[in-house]
T-cell receptor, first 110, second 114 residues
Framework: SQQGEEDPQALSIQEGENATMNCSYK?????LQWYRQNSGRGLVHLIL?????REKHSGRLRVTLDTSKKSSSLLITASRAADTASYFC??????????FGSGTRLQVQP | EPEVTQTPSHQVTQMGQEVILRCVPI?????FYWYRQILGQKVEFLVS????????KSEIFDDQFSVERPDGSNFTLKIRSTKLEDSAMYFC????????????FGPGTRLLVL
C-alpha cells in the first residue's frame, strides 16, 4: 500500500456514536496531519500530531500515533450529522510535500 | 481567522488554452504549495515554493506548469497548454516559517478542460 492509507474506506454511523478512522503509512514521518473535506469542497485542517507525540485532543477529536506500527487513528466522539465528510490523513516525511491517503468517507445519520 | 483564498472557484477552458489559478496565502506565511485532486482520487502534491523559488516539485509538475509570486500577496499556478487530464480541483496551501508546520489549504479551484 502507499504512504498514508486510511481504513475503512467508508463508514456509516448514527448521530451520537463514535467514529474511528485509521491511517497506516510506510516511511518515517515528522508529523501526521488529519484533514476533513466536505463533498467537492476544500480541505480543512483538523489536527497535527508530531512523531514524538502519542496522543492529541482537540474538542471532540482524539488522534493517536503509534510510530512503531506506523499507524494513526482519528476518533470523533458524539458524532453529529455535520461531521459527514471525507477524512484524510497526510504525512510529512521531512520534505515539504504532504502525502495524502485515499480517505475515509464518513456518513453520520441523523 | 486568517485563511487562504483562491480565485476563481471554477474555471472552464478549452484544451490547449492557458490558465492561471490565483491564490492569496495567509499573510505571515512563507511556504506556499499547490496540490491537485482529480475527481475521486487522492490529493497530490505539485510544487512547493519558498523565497521566490521552487523548493520541491513532483513528477506531475512538468514544463507545462509554472508558479509565480508576482507581488507580496498573490501566488499563481499557470498551466500553459491545458490537457483534458488537467481537469481537477487545484488547492493552494501555505504554512508558517519552519518545516513541519500545519499546511492550511484554500477552498480550491475546480478546473474543467474541454
Amino acid at each position: 500500500s502507499q504512504q498514508g492509507e486510511e481504513d475503512p474506506q467508508a463508514l456509516s454511523i448514527q448521530e451520537g456514536e463514535n467514529a474511528t478512522m485509521n491511517c497506516s503509512y510506510k516511511t518515517s514521518i515528522n508529523n501526521l496531519q488529519w484533514y476533513r473535506q466536505n463533498s467537492g469542497r476544500g480541505l480543512v485542517h483538523l489536527i497535527l500530531i508530531r512523531s514524538n507525540e502519542r496522543e492529541k485532543h482537540s474538542g471532540r477529536l482524539r488522534v493517536t500515533l503509534d510510530t512503531s506500527k506506523k499507524s494513526s487513528s482519528l476518533l470523533i466522539t458524539a458524532s453529529r450529522a455535520a461531521d459527514t465528510a471525507s477524512y484524510f490523513c497526510a504525512t510529512d516525511t521531512g520534505r515539504r510535500a504532504l502525502t495524502f491517503g485515499s480517505g475515509t468517507r464518513l456518513q453520520v445519520q441523523p | 481567522e486568517p485563511e487562504v483564498t483562491q480565485t476563481p472557484s471554477h474555471q472552464v477552458t478549452q484544451m490547449g488554452q492557458e490558465v492561471i489559478l490565483r491564490c492569496v496565502p495567509i499573510s505571515n506565511h512563507l511556504y506556499f504549495y499547490w496540490y491537485r485532486q482529480i475527481l475521486g482520487q487522492k490529493v497530490e502534491f505539485l510544487v512547493s515554493f519558498y523565497n521566490n523559488e521552487i523548493s520541491e516539485k513532483s513528477e506531475i509538475f512538468d514544463d507545462q506548469f509554472s508558479v509565480e509570486r508576482p507581488d507580496g500577496s498573490n501566488f499563481t499556478l499557470k498551466i500553459r497548454s491545458t490537457k483534458l487530464e488537467d481537469s481537477a480541483m487545484y488547492f493552494c496551501a501555505s504554512s508558517a516559517e519552519s518545516r513541519g508546520e500545519t499546511q492550511y489549504f484554500g477552498p480550491g479551484t475546480r478546473l474543467l478542460v474541454l
